[in-house]
């Protein structure tokens, strides 16, 4: 006799949701519609638990929720001020460690990292500004690379790699001194066979990479932030889809 | 009417562009009914130019030389609270795209090889106040008690701060509110 097996189940803040095997907790969470806050995540690209965003607490223990596996009978804190306090902390840490000015930047309204300071009500920087000196390429014809804003979330490396089927971006060094490079003997975006249609051109959460000639096409009021909030599930597709490529 | 004192109002700019200045006159008629709660001191608003003792005090812009480092260390004195408003103030916003370069560049940049300059030199009249290595936010200088984020903050935004501090509440900007610019 055969038995149906008993679905496995985790419990976030109180709420079960069913996951299947190899199932990441951010996996779970998204398709039951409870939002984890992520900015290095992507659906369907290999995890690489960068940002640090995602941090629940998983049976008391801090652990990234897009590189975790799910497991039956976790029990999972998420929306709680705790936690989310130290997201926020994250975040402005991403702000100082950049150059981040907002009303100057062809992303906003349309930027996650700025979407993901509104959801966790940062009013200020709160570290002390770092102003770091960072290669900005604009060689490429379409494709502008503007290192001051990216926060190494390796979105590009990945897409590129796994979906494009390139290899056009890689991170060098180690911490503070990490970077973002370009896989060309120059160093140059315009000796990469990148194109504006790339998962990779198009994936940054930030306004480090930007097709151009497209800055400020949508006026305030029909940006993506304008009309949703980043705790939507399944936004990353169409925040996607809405960076054009080409001329339209 | 109650016979209340009204609490007193000081605002100034330091490395801003007086946009918060102007969005803060877009409160339109409600100034009217707050300037029953407050009155103004020092502010561009009044041309008053000597600070005395103040409830509220709201920073428009960045730190970008010794004139501003002086007038914010004055405000922190004569202030109860301190806001500070707008981009600049908070993280130094468009000026601070300035900490790119050094300031021998800037300034180089800007007095002698600009392309249209006439009679090329770099300002040195004593009475100019001296330029810092770099743009800062305020709140890397002196105490700062509150922010109110945006480029510039809304009308509604200065209206729902001010009414907040004279009900003698903690000022919450609402989340979805929020904006940087
Ligand atoms: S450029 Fe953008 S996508 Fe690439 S690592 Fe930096 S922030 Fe991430
Ligand atoms: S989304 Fe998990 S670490 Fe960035």
Redesign the interface.
């Given at each position: 006799m055969t038995t149906e097996p008993e679905p496995k189940l985790i419990c976030i803040d109180g709420q079960e949701i069913p996951f299947q095997h190899g199932q990441t907790i951010m996996d779970a969470a998204l398709a039951a519609g409870i939002y984890i806050p992520h900015l290095c995540h992507f659906p369907g690209i290999t995890p690489q638990g960068n940002c640090k965003l995602c941090t629940v607490e998983v049976n008391g223990k801090p652990l990234t929720a897009c590189t975790s596996p799910a497991a039956d009978g976790q029990q999972i804190r998420n929306n709680t001020t705790e936690l989310n306090e130290a997201r926020k902390a994250l975040t402005q840490m991403l702000?100082?460690e950049g150059?981040?000015?907002?009303?100057?930047c062809e992303k906003?309204?349309n930027c996650p990292l700025?979407a993901m300071?509104?959801?966790l009500?940062?009013?200020?920087?709160r570290f002390?500004?770092q102003?770091p000196?960072r290669q900005v390429d604009a060689s490429h014809p379409t494709i502008m690379l503007d290192r001051d804003r990216c926060i190494l979330c390796s979105l590009c490396v990945r897409a590129s790699r796994e979906v494009d089927g390139k290899n056009v971006f890689a991170i060098a060094g180690r911490g503070i001194h990490a970077s973002l490079i370009v896989n060309t003997s120059s160093g140059k975006l315009a000796d990469s066979d990148i194109e504006p249609s790339d998962l990779a051109a198009k994936i940054c959460p930030v306004g480090a990479i930007l097709i151009k000639e497209h800055g400020y096409d949508a006026p305030?009021g029909r940006r993506i932030f304008d009309q949703h909030k980043i705790s939507e599930i399944g936004l990353e597709k169409e925040i996607v889809a809405r960076v054009k490529s080409d001329d339209q | 009417m109650t016979n209340k004192p009204k609490l007193k109002l000081a605002t100034t700019s330091l490395a801003g562009c007086f946009g918060c200045h102007m969005s803060f006159l877009d409160m339109d008629e409600r100034l009217v009914e707050l300037l029953e709660q407050i009155e103004f001191d020092r502010s561009p608003f009044t041309d008053i130019k000597q600070l005395g003792p103040c409830d509220i005090g709201l920073i428009e812009g960045g730190v970008c030389n010794a004139e501003n480092v002086h007038v914010l260390r004055t405000f922190r004195e004569h202030c109860r609270i301190l806001v500070a408003v707008g981009a600049c103030a908070i993280n130094g916003g468009v000026p601070a795209m300035r900490n790119h370069y050094s300031l021998q560049e800037c300034l180089e940049e800007v007095y002698l090889n600009s392309p249209d300059t006439v009679n090329p030199h770099i300002p040195n009249d004593p009475e100019l106040p001296l330029l810092l290595d770099k743009v800062y936010p305020v709140h890397e200088v002196v105490k700062i008690d509150y922010f109110l984020p945006g480029c510039p903050p809304t009308g509604d935004a200065f209206y729902s701060l001010l009414k907040d501090l004279i009900g003698g509440r903690e000022p919450q900007v609402e989340k979805g509110r929020l904006r940087y610019d």
């Open positions: 702000f100082m150059n981040h000015i907002c009303p100057s906003t309204g700025q300071a509104y959801h009500g940062m009013l200020h920087g002390p500004a102003y000196l305030i | -």
